[in-house]
């Protein structure tokens, strides 16, 4: 199976712009979809885009993914940061055996 | 609206059995989804423990392959959980979910519940 490495934690003023990388170790990472999810303390994961680049309804537009082929990632971009965005970010995706994987996460301080 | 809710005890005694269930609400369990678990240890990272089908198609996380039970009652609407032979470092905050046949996203979860592996 494969792993999905992600930065262990990003910072970034209000504001600003920050993305966070999401490594797929083997495999295309174009081969299977990539989510993005949010998890505050005490909180359940919420999405804020899946299959790579859709957001779903309610996501604030300051949220994007994308794919790169070249470096075999997938990046979640978050603009004009806020501290409401404070946060911990996970990448997932599956297998051709539809065994689910995630990254280990990343939090994001908005300092 | 769908909703999740996961039941079961909060404190399980090394060695002995996890048993977790998942009552799903607003939605029919037979309409074409994957069930399924992840769990999360304090202060650490989501892990997925596995999927069910409504057909009882199961799909493990290979490292937990060997101590884990999913099962789905439809007649219910809920699904089930069993991990066997527990360890402290199965400690953790258990999630139900739903996810996607194709693409794999996880688009509802439930909100957690935290199972002490102690004596």
């Known amino acids: 199976n494969f792993m999905l490495t992600q930065p262990h934690s990003v910072s970034e003023s209000p504001g600003k712009t920050v993305t966070i990388s999401c490594n797929r170790s083997s495999g295309y990472i174009a081969r299977n979809y990539v989510q993005w999810y949010q998890q505050r303390p005490g909180s359940p994961p919420t999405t804020v885009i899946y299959?790579?680049?859709?957001?779903p309804s309610g996501v604030s537009d300051r949220f994007s993914g994308s794919i790169d082929r070249s470096s075999n990632s997938a990046s979640l971009t978050i603009s004009g940061l806020k501290t409401e965005d404070e946060a911990d970010y996970y990448c997932?995706?599956?297998?051709?055996?539809?065994?689910?994987?995630f990254g280990g996460g990343t939090k994001l301080t908005v300092l | 609206q769908v909703q999740l809710q996961e039941s079961g005890p909060g404190l399980v005694k090394p060695s002995e059995t996890l048993s977790l269930t998942c009552v799903v609400s607003g939605f029919s369990i037979r309409s074409g989804y994957y069930w399924g678990w992840a769990r999360q240890p304090p202060g650490k990272g989501l892990e997925w423990i596995g999927s069910?089908?409504?057909?009882?198609?199961?799909y493990y996380n290979p490292t937990l392959k060997s101590r884990i039970i999913m099962s789905v009652d439809t007649s219910k609407n809920h699904f089930s959980l069993r991990l066997n032979s527990v360890t402290a470092a199965d400690t953790a905050v258990y999630y139900c979910a739903r996810r996607a046949v194709v693409g794999a996203h996880i688009n509802t979860w439930g909100q957690g519940t935290l199972v002490t592996v102690s004596s």
């Open positions: 069910i089908y409504q057909s009882g198609s199961t």
């Open positions: 299959e790579d680049t859709q957001r």
């Open positions: 997932q995706s599956d297998d051709d055996n539809s065994h689910v994987v």
